[in-house]
């Protein structure tokens, strides 16, 4: 099994920058790529990026490119989204998940392991 725990949310203001950890432990030798996602209460949860932890290869949401970027720390299990230029839009609750396929990266359904989320407020 994998467990993943989330940090580093915050509240800052408009234009600001934080940067999410997700650490992974346990059965970390099966994950093939880990995801950001974000959900609001009574919103659908949103996949915001994605990487391939062979390749490093990144995937984002339009809403997000240019913006947000995802790495990694393979000495650390550890995944980061580095979040720049944040707005109030970008409030949310993060998640991150991991998934033993290279699947479809958007779909829920794909992911086997969830952390319990990080809240990030952006005010204007």
């Known amino acids: 099994q994998v467990q993943l725990v989330e940090s580093g949310g915050g509240s800052v203001q408009t234009g600001g ?67 720049n230029n944040l707005k109030p839009e970008d409030t949310h609750r993060y998640y991150c998940a991991a998934s033993p396929i290279l699947g479809t990266w958007t779909a829920i359904i794909t992911y086997t392991a969830w952390g319990r989320g990080t809240q990030v407020t952006v005010s204007s």
Request: hydrophobic share 35%; net charge positive; glycine share 6%.
């Open 17 to 83: 920058s934080l940067r999410l950890s997700c650490t992974a432990s346990g059965s970390t030798t099966n994950i093939k790529q880990i995801t950001w996602f974000r959900q609001s209460p009574g919103t659908e949860r949103e996949a915001v990026a994605r990487i391939a932890l062979a390749t490093g290869e990144s995937l984002y949401a339009d809403s997000v490119k240019g913006r947000f970027t995802i790495s990694q720390d393979n000495f650390k299990n550890t995944v980061y989204l580095q979040m």
